[in-house]
């Protein structure tokens, strides 16, 4: 008996050891990608400012096999959602909240699963010679129980490798 009390003892340590390691990260994140497409910004953004568009190139969407989508709202623009459940994507919603043609595409994402979170996600499209550099960019708050998981797993390179396969989709896509 007294052996497991030490083993909980240690484990308690551990965990509050953990804990305050990841109370000392950052409450914000941001995650971003660029890639340079030979394409225009009025080419591009209504690739992006409708979300029926987006999903034809948007790696979250693509891997969804099944599960449920609808598409409420405005037919693009502000106002605009989607909302997704399925096992491999998660369930949540996102929708277009504002947006300034040809340049700047702003959007709400609301997680359910597999974790809550409410964050924003911006696409930004600037001309760059005879094509357009298009950013991707999330950004939002991470409660504690996200920063302890960042000791372990690094979001930004995960979530940083869709964004470049999503921009490489649209890149195919908008170059057709």
Do not use: H
């Amino acid at each position: 008996m007294e052996v497991f009390g030490y083993i909980l003892l240690g484990l308690l340590l551990g965990v509050a050891v953990l804990l305050l390691v990841a109370s000392q990260r950052p409450n914000q994140f941001r995650t971003e990608r660029s890639l340079t497409i030979a394409a225009s910004p009025e080419t591009l953004f209504p690739l992006i400012n409708d979300l029926r568009e987006m999903n034809t190139w948007n790696p979250f969407a693509l891997r969804e096999t099944g599960g449920t989508a609808i598409y409420s709202g405005a037919a693009s623009g502000p106002g605009q959602k989607f909302e997704f459940a399925g096992s491999k994507s998660g369930a949540g919603s996102i929708e277009i909240v504002s947006a300034s043609p040809p340049s700047k595409v702003d959007m709400r994402l609301r997680m359910v699963k597999p974790i809550n979170a409410d964050n924003s996600v911006e696409f930004t499209l600037a001309p760059d010679g005879t094509g357009t550099t298009v950013s991707w960019a999330m950004s939002g708050t991470q409660p504690l129980l996200a920063k302890a998981m960042t000791l372990f797993v690094d979001c930004d390179k995960m979530v940083g490798r869709e964004f470049e396969t999503g921009l490489a989709n649209l890149k195919k896509k908008a170059e057709r």
